[in-house]
């Protein structure tokens, strides 16, 4: 009697699994990548950073993401500066995050002193003014499309998608609406999140 085909269930392969989660190969990919990162982010780096890392990269997942910049936001200094050296402290330590660092500050930082000497000279003329309210109409809707594509990670939550949508409508009413001062918004409203998100976590 012949023997029955086996099946075998197939097995990602090394590759596939590379693919779908990556780490920074070396300080100096590191280095490279903040550099980029900081030389396209001039007024707001949220939109570029999720971009890059996220979906590019793949040195994160839309989640963690997520609460990587809300640990930056708290944190003082700039949020991205503050991202740089999280990532690369995880990634290699000191090594990591003094890469990071150095990535995200140093080409920008000249530019920007190059910029200034150039907008000191002409700020008054209408090209550059216009330009610069052109600017700020395309990050608005820069961050608009980021807030849209992170939306998913809501799903995830632990507090769930209607808890999570309430405390995000009253912390933009507390802010924007109310001029509500930052910090106690932050206590108020993050203090009670973190409260319930540890509720639910806590086995």
């Given at each position: 009697?012949?023997?029955?085909?086996?099946?075998?269930?197939?097995?990602?392969?090394?590759?596939?699994?590379?693919?779908?989660?990556?780490?920074?190969?070396?300080?100096?990919?590191?280095?490279?990548?903040?550099?980029?990162?900081?030389?396209?982010?001039?007024?707001?780096?949220?939109?570029?950073?999720?971009?890059e890392l996220v979906e590019r990269k793949r040195w994160l997942t839309r989640e963690e993401f997520i609460e990587d910049w809300a640990v930056a936001q708290v944190m003082p200094g700039p949020n991205v500066v503050n991202m740089a050296l999280m990532i690369g402290g995880r990634s290699f330590g000191l090594a990591g995050a003094l890469a990071a660092l150095a990535g995200i500050l140093t080409l920008p930082l000249g530019l920007v002193l190059l910029l200034e000497m150039l907008h000191a000279r002409f700020a008054e003329h209408p090209g550059v003014a216009g330009a610069l309210r052109g600017t700020g109409a395309v990050a608005a809707g820069l961050f608009a499309a980021t807030g849209l594509r992170l939306m998913s990670a809501i799903r995830t939550n632990p507090l769930g998608v209607?808890?999570?949508?309430?405390?995000?409508?009253?912390c933009f009413a507390a802010v924007a609406l109310l001029r509500w001062p930052l910090v106690y918004v932050l206590l108020g409203l993050g203090g009670t999140a973190c409260v319930l998100t540890f509720r639910r976590l806590k086995p």
């Amino acid at each position: 009697m012949p023997a029955k085909p086996v099946t075998v269930a197939p097995v990602a392969t090394p590759s596939e699994a590379v693919e779908e989660r990556r780490h920074p190969r070396s300080p100096a990919d590191l280095f490279v990548t903040f550099t980029l990162l900081g030389l396209q982010g001039f007024g707001g780096v949220l939109a570029v950073v999720q971009q890059e890392l996220v979906e590019r990269k793949r040195w994160l997942t839309r989640e963690e993401f997520i609460e990587d910049w809300a640990v930056a936001q708290v944190m003082p200094g700039p949020n991205v500066v503050n991202m740089a050296l999280m990532i690369g402290g995880r990634s290699f330590g000191l090594a990591g995050a003094l890469a990071a660092l150095a990535g995200i500050l140093t080409l920008p930082l000249g530019l920007v002193l190059l910029l200034e000497m150039l907008h000191a000279r002409f700020a008054e003329h209408p090209g550059v003014a216009g330009a610069l309210r052109g600017t700020g109409a395309v990050a608005a809707g820069l961050f608009a499309a980021t807030g849209l594509r992170l939306m998913s990670a809501i799903r995830t939550n632990p507090l769930g998608v209607p808890l999570a949508i309430v405390l995000g409508c009253s912390c933009f009413a507390a802010v924007a609406l109310l001029r509500w001062p930052l910090v106690y918004v932050l206590l108020g409203l993050g203090g009670t999140a973190c409260v319930l998100t540890f509720r639910r976590l806590k086995p």
